[in-house]
C-alpha cells in the first residue's frame, strides 16, 4: 500500500480545483470582491499578511486545510513541540523552539528537561557578551576587544551573519563584526588584513567540529594570531569555540570554559537561537538577544495555537504547497524593501532548501510531485533594475513574497516614501498586468499610431497574475525580526507535513564531501596517476595539477 498524499481524496480535489482556477485572473477575482483584502489577510506578532494577491479563493483555502489535516498537521506540529524525535532518520527531536522558550515550561527530551541547560547557556552567553561589550574581557596584551571574526559555515555563519547585518543599528559602537566562511584563502585573508590581532575575538562556529572549510580557516586564524602576537598563550584570550563536541573543541586547542555548548535536537540550519548566536548577542547585547527570542517565541505561541485560517506560516506554507505541487512553481522569490534584510535570501536558500530540497518522502518512497522551489531574490528596489523584467514579461509563474518595513531604520527624507511606492506598485502591477486594450490606450495617448504601435504593442503588453504574499511590519526591531524567521521556519515545517518528506536532515550534502574527500590527496600526486573517476573530472584533475606545478615552477 503506497503512503504518498498524491493518492489523498484531499490532493484530488486540490488538483480538480486546479484544473477550474488556473484560468481565472486574479484581476477578475478582486474585480468580483470588494472585501477580497479583508478576506484574505491576518496579523500577528506584529506582522501582517496580505495573501489576497494569490491565485486562490476561499475554496482554495477550504481544500488547502483538508489537505492539512490529511498530512496530519495538528498530530505533527503536537510532536514537534513535545521534544519527539521527528527527525527520524538522525533520530533525533528539532526543538529551536525550545531554545525562545522564554515561558520556561519544560520540555522534555528522552525523559529529560532540557530547559536547565538551554538557560545556563543563556546565562552564560549574557555574561561573556557584557564582558565584552563592556571592554572587560581583554585580548592577550591587554586591550579591549573591537573586532569579532566568526568563522563558520552554513547554518553556523548565515543565520548569525543574517541578523547581525539586519540589526546593525542595533551594534555596539566599538565593535565590527566579520563572518568567515569560505574556504578559498582569499575570504580569510582579506578579513584579516582588516583586523588587528591584539583587539581580534575569533569565534570558531561548528555544530559538529569537523566541517572542513571551518576547521581549516580556524587553524589559519589561529597560526596567523600566534605569529602576530608571538606567543600560543594568546589563543586562550582570543578565541572561543561554539559547537555540540566538546572533545574535539578541546583539540584543536582551546579552553573548554571559553566554549559555549548546544545539542544535538538543535539543526544546524535552526541554530542561531542557540550559541550559535553568540556574534549576535555581542553585537546588539543580550537584552535585544532576548527580545529577538522572545518574537520567536511568540510566533511559536502563534503557530502551535491559532486556528489554520488565522494561522501564518500554516497559510503560507499551505500557499506554497498550492504552487510547487499544482502550479507546478519551480521557483519562489523573496524580495525585502527592507536595506537591513540583505542577507534574508541567501539565509533563506540554505533554511528552505537544505530542510525541503527532498525527493523521497518519510517512507522512502520516491514521490510522485515537485517538493521545494528553489529559493531566491535581492532587496527589493535593486531587483527592480536587475531580474523584475523576467516577473513581468517573461515565462515563469514566479510566487514572490515582498516584505515591508513601514518604518526605515534610518530617517533620511523621503526615502521611505519612494520605498513604498516602489514596493505597492509592483506587487499591483505584477498581479494586474496590462491588457492589449490598456495598452494600446496608454500607447495612443502618447501619440503612437498605426505601424509603429502595432509593432510596439506585443512588447509593451503585461501579463500579469504574477502571485505575491505582502509581509508589512512597522520596523525591524529585534522582536519582529525574531517573528519573521520563526515564520519562516514554521511555513517549513508546515510544507514538509504536507509533503510527507523529513525537513530536518540533508544528507544531500554528504556525496560532495566524500568525493572532495577522495580528490583531495589527487591533487597532491602526480598528473594521472588517478584513474577513480569519469574522464571529465580526471581529465580536469589533470590539467589543474599541470598548471598548478607550472605556477609553483614559476614562483621558485
Ligand atoms: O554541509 C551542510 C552542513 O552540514 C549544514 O547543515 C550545516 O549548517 C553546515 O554544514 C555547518 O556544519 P557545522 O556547524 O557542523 O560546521
Sequence with gaps: MTTLISHSAAWNALKTHQQALAQVSMRDLFAQDSQRFERFSVEACGLLLDYSKNRLTGE???KLQQLAIEANLPDGIARMFRGEKINHTEQRAALHIA??????????????????????????????SNSVRDGEWRGYTGKPIESIVNIGIGGSDLGPAMVARALKAYHHPRLRRYFVSNVDGTHLAQTLAKVDPETTLFIIASKTFTTQETLLNAHSARQWLIEKLGDEKAVAKHFVAVSTATQKVTEFGIDPANMFAFWDWVGGRYSLWSAIGLPIAVMIGMENFEQLLAGAHELDTHFETAPYDKNLPVLMGLIEVWYSSFFEASTHAVLPYDYALKLFSPYLQQLIMESLGKHVNCEGNPVDYSTCPIIWGAPGNNGQHAFYQLLHQGTHLVPADFIIAVESQHDLPGHQDAVLSNALAQTYALMMGR???????????????????????????FQGNQPSNTLVYQKLTPQVLGALIALYEHKIFVQGLCWGINPFDQWGVELGKQVANTLLPALQETAGAHKEHDSSTEGLLKYINAHRRHSFDSVT
Excluded: C, W, Y
Design 435 to 461: 491588457t492589449a486594450d490598456e495598452t494600446r490606450h496608454a500607447l495612443d495617448s502618447k501619440g503612437l499610431s498605426g505601424e509603429l504601435l502595432a509593432q510596439q504593442l506585443p512588447h509593451r503588453v
Design 60 to 62: 482554495t483555502i477550504t
Design 99 to 128: 531554545l525562545r522558550n522564554r515561558s520556561n515550561r519544560p520540555i522534555m527530551v528522552d525523559g529529560k528537561d532540557v530547559m536547565p541547560e538551554v538557560n545556563a547557556v543563556l546565562a552564560q552567553i549574557r555574561q561573556f
